[in-house]
């Protein structure tokens, strides 16, 4: 149980185009997911928390229009990444969820390897 | 504000040898520890968490880890390291205000295992 996918599992794009990342919580509900970035050989920073039907929260320096959250339901949460470019080439990592504010667990995405060219 | 150190870049080990990643913390509460493992390309998977209770807690894949709290320290390890181990560590912390809300999952810097043939 508690499995989390993400889609695509890779993705190249030219700059200026936008590339939309899901996530998606198979066996459980999420009302909440967070978004990660990687780089090589780094930590995962978080970029955001989701919570389904309210905006997102965003970390400091992380740019709001550029990183779209969208958490339509609570089994599905996108991340948009709008105008692309090469700095933007990262490893993208989702995480759901289970439990409430007080005591929980994360399940973790395989990831999203974004080249943008 | 919490925080968590891995002191170790890089840790190799010989094959059936007994390994150890270091990890330290810090929190203002309580804390929650969990280690990940990272292959190539892949997501992060859960191999073991302390909450409460026994100090020693046994993992995935034949892992364990000694919660310290007069070190504030949260060692990984396993008695006979294999080849497949070989991969990216991840200890991470997770503070339990005084209100009982948990804070956010905050993740060492990382600690690549490569075990030698």
């Not at chain 1, 198979?26 to 909440?32: G, M, R, V």
């Not at chain 1, 928390?49 to 229009?65: I, P």
């Not at chain 1, 990444?81 to 990262?90: F, N, Q, R, W």
């Not at chain 2, 150190?5 to 007994?18: R, Y």
Request: hydrophobic share 35%; charged share 15%; net charge neutral.
């Amino acid at each position: 149980g508690a499995v989390v996918s993400q889609h695509p599992s890779w993705v190249i794009c030219k700059s200026g185009t936008s590339v939309k990342i899901e996530c998606r919580s198979l066996d459980f509900q999420a009302t909440t997911m967070f978004w990660y970035r990687q780089f090589p050989k780094q930590s995962l920073m978080l970029m955001a928390t989701s919570n389904e039907g309210s905006k997102a929260t965003y970390e400091q320096g992380v740019e709001k229009d550029k990183f779209l959250i969208n958490h339509a339901s609570l089994t599905l949460s996108t991340l948009t990444v709008t105008s692309a470019h090469p700095e933007d080439s990262s490893f993208y990592i989702c995480s759901a969820r289970l439990g409430d504010a007080s005591r929980y667990e994360q399940y973790f995405g395989p990831g999203t390897r974004l080249t943008v060219t | 504000a919490q925080s968590v150190a891995q002191p170790e870049d890089q840790v190799n080990v010989a094959e059936g040898n007994p390994l150890t990643v270091k990890c330290t913390y810090s929190v203002s509460g309580n804390p929650y520890l969990f280690w990940y493992v990272q292959y190539p390309n892949r997501g992060l998977q859960f191999l073991l968490k302390y909450i409460t209770g026994d100090n020693l807690v046994k993992g995935s894949y034949g892992f364990e880890a000694e919660f310290n709290k007069s070190q504030t320290s949260f060692h990984l390890k396993k008695p006979s390291a294999l080849v497949s181990d070989s991969a990216l560590y991840f200890c991470a912390v997770r503070d339990i205000g005084t209100s009982g809300s948990a804070r956010q999952l905050t993740f060492g810097s990382g600690t690549q295992l490569t075990v030698l043939p």
